[in-house]
């Protein structure tokens, strides 16, 4: 039988005989020299790469994702408790791909040409939104607690009130919340002619684009006062929208123009950037009055500018 190379043969390449195999075998089983044993090499036990990025997050274990999710909602816990708010406020669902198309319904008003005016996004999510206008008290602490808590804002800004320090809206915009127009100088627009009130929403505009560096959607008329000269004026400067209010929230209380006293999905609440000189409390304690209120009825804060 021909001999197969590599397959045990000879060093001349010839089988090797069978009594010779038998021999070693006997020599062997008598006691007689052994050759060395070979040392096994033991298998390292395998390690489990650490992989960066999103290959890392979808190989977390389940081990891993429990302790991951416990440890923030322990550290969101402590932010809550930090900042004095009696619950943990709701998460918003994830924004719409797009923003809904609107139709003329309750809560929405429409006109061939003109901006929509809205008091209330039409959604069935427990969801509602969060403005804050005017801009004359810039307290740092509230935008800070706004970023920690992940509460979202929608803000109004009219120029003679913000342009001390528009430094403090460039920072709310850096951390996801929009600054909309309020006018220049804050007047009621319903008593002045088409030319007066174009002047003051698109120069606001204008203001923000250099200030903020993007040119607002959104506008909302001071004292919530329109007429439609108001809104062929705010299309013209590139308003796509209108949006008022059905809440109003102060530091102590929350006033409501809905006869059952609470809030329904959609609703917009105004509030407004002012300090203790002319409220009960603190913007911070604005907020935690906010925040508690909307999440005892079991509702989240949303982003008014992924909606409209």
């Known amino acids: 039988m021909a001999a197969v190379a590599g397959c045990g043969g000879s060093a001349g390449g010839g089988a090797v005989p069978s009594t010779a195999r038998a021999g ?10 052994r050759p060395p044993a070979v040392p096994a090499v033991a298998a390292a036990p395998a390690v489990p790469a650490v992989l960066p990025g999103p290959a890392r997050a979808e190989e977390e274990t389940s081990g891993e994702a429990v302790a991951r999710r416990a440890e923030a909602a322990r ?32 809560g929405v008003k429409l006109a061939d040409g003109l901006p929509p005016v809205v008091y ?11 403005t804050v206008d005017d801009g004359a008290e810039k307290d740092p602490e509230f935008s800070r607690m706004a970023a ?3 509460i979202p804002l929608s803000t109004f800004v009219a120029d003679y009130l913000a342009r001390s320090d528009y430094g403090y809206f460039r920072r709310l915009a850096e951390q996801g919340d929009a600054v909309n ?20 929403i698109c120069r606001q505009q204008d203001q923000l684009e250099g200030q903020i ?9 001071p004292y919530g006062e329109y007429n439609e000269d108001t809104l062929r004026a705010a299309g ?45 409390g603190t913007m911070p304690d604005l907020l935690r009055k906010v925040v508690d209120e909307v999440t005892a009825q079991g509702f989240a804060l949303a982003r008014l500018d992924d909606y409209l």
């Open 24 to 33: 070693a075998s006997a020599a062997t089983d008598r006691g007689g020299p």
């Open 75 to 106: 550290a969101a816990l402590e932010t809550a408790r930090r900042w004095g708010l009696a619950r943990l406020p709701l998460p918003a669902p994830q924004p719409p791909a797009g923003r809904p198309e609107l139709r003329a319904a309750q």
């Open 120 to 130: 209330r996004v039409p959604t069935e999510q427990p969801i509602v939104f969060l």
């Open 148 to 150: 920690e808590l992940g």
């Open 181 to 200: 127009n309020h006018t220049i100088n804050h007047r009621n627009l319903k008593v002045l002619d088409y030319a007066t009130q174009r002047d003051e």
């Open 213 to 221: 560096g993007s040119r607002p959607r959104l506008f909302r008329p």
């Open 236 to 280: 013209s400067c590139g308003i796509e929208a209108v949006p008022l209010w059905n809440e109003e929230a102060f530091p102590d209380r929350m006033e409501y123009r809905y006869e059952d006293q609470r809030l329904h999905p959609g609703d917009i609440i105004l509030t407004h950037f002012r300090g203790t000189d002319l409220w009960p």
